[in-house]
């Protein structure tokens, strides 16, 4: 066993104290986080000091943050700064690898199994995407991300991994109606309003998760009438696009 298969049961190990998480112990095993974190990045945990990580400068303390249960921060400023810059005053914070205890939350609400048909908005690093697609199958996740840059990273990280889901450049907003509808659409970024078009592209049935006005949610859509909305606590996640 290597030194980061050793770090990522030992996450996995931290993870599993708040609880059980089921299938997704097994895509995290197969999917290692540090495939999906850049050589420098911006480590930012809830409690304690923010710090760069730089995989050329201390390859150690790179591999070893990736696997911590933190956000990493991976673009400020829609990319107009460098990430070195992320501790500075005014700097707003764009993409991130979420914290995997809040990952595997989300995932776990989600409930989405073999062969689910899974819309993903929000690529981001690619990490979150790829535990789907260890779980459901890659041929079965489409995942958008707005961010060029972003998602052309994603796709490297992807391939590194061995998963080759379905991934998009576009306006999550809009959903992806060329394959709806969906059994699962999972939401990684913040919204004060649900857009109508997730709503519409989902089977009935079907299951949304979403950091819906700072609090994780699940939303059950039916057959007709009103969907069924449960609030599970605080969650922070940064804002879809179009809603900042």
Known sequence: MNQAERL?????????????????????????????????????????????????????????????????????NDGAKPITEAGEDGVRFTSSASAPSTVVAF??????????NVLE??????????????VVGDRNITSIEIDEEIGNQAALHLVSAGYAPHLVIGDGAEGFSEKAPFDRIHITCGVDEIPSRWIDQTKVGGILVAPYRR??????????????????GRARFMMLRSQR
């Open 8 to 76: 990522n049961r030992a996450m996995i190990r931290e993870i599993e104290k708040l609880g059980d998480i089921g299938p997704w112990r097994d895509a995290l095993l197969s999917v290692p986080r540090h495939l999906f974190i850049p050589d420098v990045a911006y480590v930012s945990p809830d409690d304690g000091d923010s710090y760069i990580i730089d995989k050329k400068a201390d390859p150690g303390e790179w591999l070893r943050s990736a696997y911590l249960d933190v956000a990493i921060i991976t673009q400020i």
């Open 107 to 116: 995932l776990s609400l989600l409930g989405a199994s073999k062969g689910h």
């Open 121 to 134: 908005i929000g690529t981001g690093t690619g990490w979150t995407t790829a535990l789907l697609s260890a």
């Open 215 to 232: 609090e994780l949610v699940s939303v059950v859509v039916p057959e007709s009438g009103e969907c069924t909305v449960k609030r599970y």
